[in-house]
């Protein structure tokens, strides 16, 4: 999507050879109309797919969730990183080890709001190793939902989330794909087959 590499190249920040901060669009400040425009791209994408919940990991992903949402008219679901007092129902959990973090979180998501009968697209602002997808997907499994595919904000293809999915047949619909991050510049991966 040139819009998203354009802000990449415009406004991210390459922080080593592993790592790109985004805050400025993304991760801390969030830019609306990239967003709308990201959302009716992930909306364009899955649009035959007859998707009936949106689920993501709070917080990074709920913006981009939220404008898929929108636009495919289907309600968004944030797996919750702490538990609230108002979280009183029945829970899946599962556990996420955090790529940026280096920590583990457990994520929750209520029983009531993810069903058998839905069919679920997963967004995601990042994707590296796969552990957040992994977790969303066991969430979706434990309640006997149906995975439709994964919605990337970034993919970094270097980390190898994105070929294990793909090799375990998982549909991942990534925005950006960013082959390297070396000497602190952005590689596309389509830079490479031009
Ligand atoms: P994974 O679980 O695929 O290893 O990493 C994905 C998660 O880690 C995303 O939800 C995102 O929050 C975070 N993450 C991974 N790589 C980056 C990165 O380069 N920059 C930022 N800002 N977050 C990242």
């Given at each position: 999507?040139?819009?998203?590499?354009?802000?990449?190249?415009?406004?991210?920040n390459?922080?080593?050879?592993?790592?790109?901060?985004v805050d400025?669009?993304?991760?801390?400040?969030?830019?609306?109309?990239?967003?709308l425009?990201?959302?009716?791209?992930?909306?364009?994408?899955?649009?035959?797919?007859?998707?009936?919940?949106?689920?993501?990991?709070?917080?990074?992903?709920?913006?981009?969730?939220?404008m898929?949402?929108?636009?495919?008219?289907?309600?968004?679901?944030?797996?919750?990183?702490?538990?609230?007092?108002?979280?009183?129902?029945?829970?899946?959990?599962?556990?996420?080890?955090?790529?940026?973090?280096?920590?583990?979180?457990?994520?929750?998501?209520?029983?009531?709001?993810?069903?058998?009968?839905?069919?679920?697209?997963?967004?995601?602002?990042?994707?590296?190793?796969?552990?957040?997808?992994l977790?969303?997907?066991?969430?979706?499994?434990?309640?006997?939902?149906?995975?439709?595919?994964?919605?990337?904000?970034?993919?970094?293809?270097?980390?190898?989330?994105?070929?294990?999915?793909?090799?375990?047949?998982?549909?991942?619909?990534?925005?950006?794909?960013?082959?390297?991050?070396?000497?602190?510049?952005?590689?596309?991966?389509?830079?490479?087959?031009?």
């Amino acid at each position: 999507m040139k819009l998203l590499e354009e802000k990449i190249i415009l406004e991210g920040n390459v922080l080593s050879d592993s790592v790109l901060k985004v805050d400025r669009f993304l991760n801390h400040q969030i830019d609306p109309e990239l967003m709308l425009s990201i959302g009716k791209e992930f909306a364009e994408r899955f649009k035959n797919d007859q998707i009936t919940k949106i689920l993501t990991l709070e917080s990074s992903g709920i913006a981009p969730a939220v404008m898929t949402g929108l636009i495919l008219q289907t309600p968004v679901l944030f797996a919750r990183k702490k538990k609230s007092l108002t979280m009183v129902d029945d829970l899946y959990h599962s556990e996420v080890y955090s790529f940026t973090k280096q920590e583990k979180t457990e994520v929750s998501v209520s029983k009531k709001l993810l069903n058998t009968n839905d069919r679920v697209l997963l967004i995601d602002d990042f994707l590296a190793n796969g552990q957040a997808a992994l977790a969303l997907i066991d969430i979706v499994n434990q309640a006997e939902a149906s995975l439709v595919g994964l919605g990337i904000v970034i993919e970094k293809t270097f980390q190898n989330g994105g070929d294990q999915l793909r090799k375990n047949g998982i549909r991942v619909e990534s925005l950006a794909q960013i082959l390297s991050l070396e000497n602190g510049r952005v590689h596309f991966v389509h830079e490479e087959v031009k």
